[in-house]
């Protein structure tokens, strides 16, 4: 698959390879020269600060750093199906121990986790389910301001019943198992620093029994995704730098016709620009806008091209309170048969604020809108959330939250309102 793709774009990857070659073989020993111009650990947001009386407390055997985690929750949730006339609603308890270990190295690192949770409905049984995730990484740094890392995590998870298709008409929440591979690089030479990357995604849905009877064939959905992306930072000085990047990628489907109706395959790339900061005391952020453009094979099926957005922005007005503004918009897989993609756009904004050094406000609000092509459907969505979160001391917390989901109905979409609020003793 991966040959397949290289050789699609074999001219592509050739303009980049040489441009990486270039850049790979400048004076290395300027790193030594002058400073890394792309640290951004000037500003600190209220929710990583950390505080001695209340840090969360780290096993060390040997080399090795343990940190076990606890979270039990206790929540009230309204209309669970997001239906558009079903107000259904039940208690939910989850329990999410999880597991994170890593090196205490100088140099290089190895990193693993592994997490379960258990969500069980009191009244609506077969809204219980388990989710797991296993994950481990490994990081080599080459030089003083150069490192290659790679990743490997696999998840068995489910859907959400908010999510489209057919999330919320199959009797228990659609299960799907998620494999993602990635190596990637940093190079940095004087002003310039190079990051490539490779990335592999594989989805593979379960099928799930309808209430009206009959089964849902999930496998149309099962796809694999390649991604190759270069970009290219340029630091203007030590509190900013602007960037290109481009992103290629091929997303290839288990399944074609005669098998399925509609074959679904595509490939496409993302050419974005923008800067990179972080500005002592006033704000930090990325923020990327581009071009994107997804063709499908398929003559059925509509090619999908327009505007790129990828940022988040953190501004401090105090050292106090972190204010986050985020906006994306790509091309994503539609969970429908018919369709081959939409654009998902969302903007939103946070507010972190702490109160006391113990106690951290947060609010947040969301806009988004999936927009399909070859089906007509629109869904727009609002989220509200909020939450407080109360640590004891450094191993014992309390957070509660409440979130609230509006979703207008446009053509064939549905439209719902749903509301979770629940508080969670977390053992950090």
Same mark, same amino acid.
């Given at each position: ?16 390879? $040489?441009?990486? !070659? ?11 020269? =002058?400073?890394? !111009?792309?640290?951004? &650990? ?24 343990? %940190? ?30 999880? !597991? ?10 190895? %990193? ?106 999930? &496998? ?59 500005? @002592? ?30 940022? $988040? ?9 972190? =204010? ?49 092509? &070859? ?33 207008? %109905? ?12 629940? =508080?969670?003793?977390? @053992?950090?």
């Amino acid at each position: 698959m991966l040959k397949w793709v290289v050789m699609r774009y074999a001219r592509k990857i050739a303009v980049i390879g $040489l441009f990486g !070659l270039a850049f790979g073989f400048c004076d290395a020993s300027a790193q030594e020269r =002058v400073e890394n !111009l792309f640290d951004r &650990d000037r500003n600190t947001s209220v929710t990583e600060r950390e505080h001695s009386e209340y840090s969360p407390v780290s096993l060390q055997r040997g080399a090795f750093l343990f %940190r076990p985690r606890f979270a039990l929750g206790v929540s009230r949730a309204i209309n669970v199906f997001a239906s558009p006339d079903d107000d259904a609603g039940d208690i939910v308890l989850e329990i999410r121990p999880s !597991l994170d270990i890593e090196t205490s190295w100088a140099r290089h690192q190895l %990193r693993a986790g592994a997490e379960v949770s258990r969500r069980q409905f009191f009244e609506l049984s077969d809204e219980s389910e388990w989710n797991w995730s296993l994950d481990g990484a490994a990081r080599i740094d080459v030089q003083r301001y150069s490192h290659v890392e790679g990743g490997l995590r696999y998840a068995s998870q489910h859907e959400a019943r908010t999510e489209a298709g057919e999330a919320s008409r199959t009797i228990r929440p659609i299960e799907y198992d998620q494999f993602d591979a990635v190596l990637e690089g940093r190079h940095t030479v004087g002003r310039i620093l190079i990051r490539p990357e490779i990335q592999l995604r594989t989805f593979d849905y379960h099928d799930e029994f309808l209430f009206r009877g009959g089964i849902v064939d999930q &496998d149309f959905r099962d796809y694999e995704r390649v991604e190759l992306a270069l970009r290219g930072d340029y630091a203007l000085s030590p509190n900013a730098a602007v960037f290109v990047r481009v992103r290629l990628n091929d997303r290839n489907y288990e399944l074609a016709p005669p098998i399925v109706q509609t074959l679904r395959d595509s490939s496409g790339y993302t050419i974005d620009g923008g800067a990179d900061f972080d500005i @002592r005391g006033i704000a930090r952020g990325v923020f990327g806008v581009g071009y994107t453009k997804q063709d499908y094979q398929s003559p059925a099926l509509s090619n999908l091209s327009g505007v790129s957005i990828n940022g $988040l922005v953190e501004w401090f007005p105090t050292q106090l309170t972190t =204010v986050a503004l985020g906006a994306s918009r790509g091309v994503r897989e539609a969970p429908f048969a018919a369709s081959g993609g939409y654009f998902a756009t969302e903007t939103g904004i946070s507010v972190d604020h702490e109160l006391r050094r113990n106690i951290i406000l947060s609010a947040g609000f969301s806009i988004a809108e999936d927009d399909y092509t &070859d089906f007509a459907r629109t869904d727009q969505r609002t989220t509200f959330d909020a939450g407080i979160a109360y640590f004891l001391n450094r191993t014992l917390g309390v957070r509660v939250g409440w979130t609230h989901i509006e979703q207008d %109905r446009g053509g064939a979409g549905r439209g719902y309102t749903s509301s979770t609020f629940g =508080v969670t003793l977390v @053992r950090r």
